[in-house]
């Protein structure tokens, strides 16, 4: 089946401990975004890439960052993470025609606890 | 920029039981989606619904776009149907902005 993956699913880091987050891609989308989604509120976009075209977020700290080497796969990572970055961490993908007016497909999710 | 209210905040039915959600939104729009999240975490993506009505199953929407409001039915609630339910919307951009959710507690 075709479908959005995400590893790990569950990640301990230590406070400013650099930690990447995976999240791979068999639907052939080309777009792909990072949401952070913290307890009891909606999903926060912050980040995504139209094929290789990179878009961040405004309001996105500069601790994240992310990568898109293919198609497949598209990378999170957070250079030194605080007590405040542990969320759940969605990632998302739409097949990227007119895309403001596609549905996503999201991934199970990485939930990040930092200590 | 658009704003999306989902009633109720909260929701609890026995099992068997029928429910309305609501999603309000603030300007028009090309794109609206409904979403549960499970316990785990898990988002799933449940109808894509700009305008009309659809049905899938037990569940059904529908979004009256010149009215600004969109409705998710569930009939006959499972334990299953747990979680929270998302409405989110995007305008002429490609984020999508989100309501706060309806969290539903189905008791057995």
């Known amino acids: 089946d075709a479908m959005v993956i995400q590893n790990p699913r569950y990640q301990v880091t230590q406070f400013g401990k650099p930690v990447t987050l995976s999240c791979s891609q068999t639907?052939?989308?080309?777009?792909m975004y990072w949401y952070q989604q913290k307890s009891s509120q909606a999903p926060k976009l912050l980040f995504h890439?139209?094929?290789?075209?990179?878009?961040n977020e405004a309001d996105t700290p500069d601790n994240f960052q992310s990568r898109r080497p293919n198609t497949s796969f598209c990378f999170l990572d957070i250079r030194s993470p605080g007590l405040g970055d542990a969320a759940m961490y969605l990632c998302?993908?739409?097949?990227?025609?007119?895309?403001?007016?596609?549905?996503?497909?999201f991934g199970p999710g990485t939930r990040l606890l930092v200590l | 920029g658009i704003q999306v209210e989902q009633s109720p905040p909260d929701l609890i039915l026995q099992e068997g039981a029928n429910s309305t959600l609501r999603c309000n939104f603030s300007?028009?729009?090309?794109?609206l989606q409904w979403f549960h999240q499970n316990p785990w975490g898990q988002l799933i993506n449940l109808f894509y619904?700009?305008?009309?009505?659809k049905q899938n199953g037990r569940l059904s929407a529908t979004t009256v776009a010149t009215e600004r409001y969109s409705l998710l039915y569930i009939s006959s609630s499972q334990t299953t149907d747990s979680g929270v339910y998302f409405c989110?919307?995007?305008?002429?951009?490609?984020?999508?902005?989100w309501g706060a959710g309806t969290k539903l507690i189905i008791k057995p």
């Open positions: 300007d028009s729009v090309n794109n």
């Open positions: 619904i700009p305008s009309g009505t």
């Open positions: 989110a919307v995007a305008d002429s951009n490609y984020q999508l902005i």
């Open positions: 998302a993908t739409s097949r990227g025609g007119t895309y403001n007016q596609e549905t996503q497909y």
């Open positions: 890439y139209y094929d290789k075209d990179f878009n």
């Open positions: 639907l052939n989308h080309n777009v």
